[in-house]
């Protein structure tokens, strides 16, 4: 379960603004606020049903755009690029500092930094 919601958040992290206003509302009500469908239903004056087409159409669009564009599995792979960057410039940096290498330490400082500066983005 944690993993679909998960996914969701995902998706509508991404693609959450191509949703219409009220497919946007009824989807973080439904997985953001973990409101249920008849509590949604309930306070929008609509059927449980009616809640339930709404977020189904929602996913659907979300989830036919990552087929399409792939921008999450990417993200992904990038974030697990940049981690291994990260442990390969910190290990230069332990072997260089060693060495008594200012330069190359330098350099090995100067990669570690833009990989951490690009992983919080």
């Known amino acids: 379960m944690k993993n679909q919601a998960y996914r969701m958040a995902m998706l509508f992290d991404f693609y959450g603004d191509v949703l219409t206003d009220r497919q946007k509302e009824f989807y973080d009500l439904y997985y953001n606020?973990?409101?249920?469908l008849g509590e949604i239903a309930e306070n929008y004056g609509i059927t449980r049903q009616g809640v339930r087409d709404v977020i189904v159409r929602a996913e659907a669009v979300l989830t036919e755009?990552?087929?399409k564009t792939g921008l999450i599995k990417r993200?992904?792979?990038t974030h697990r690029q940049l981690e291994q960057l990260l442990q390969c410039a910190q290990r230069m940096v332990e072997l260089t500092a060693r060495q008594d290498s200012a330069e190359l330490e330098a350099l090995a400082l100067q990669i570690r930094d833009g990989v951490q500066t690009l992983l919080k983005e």
Not at 33 to 36: M, V
């Open 33 to 36: 606020e973990d409101l249920s």
């Open 75 to 77: 993200f992904h792979s």
């Open 65 to 67: 755009l990552e087929d």
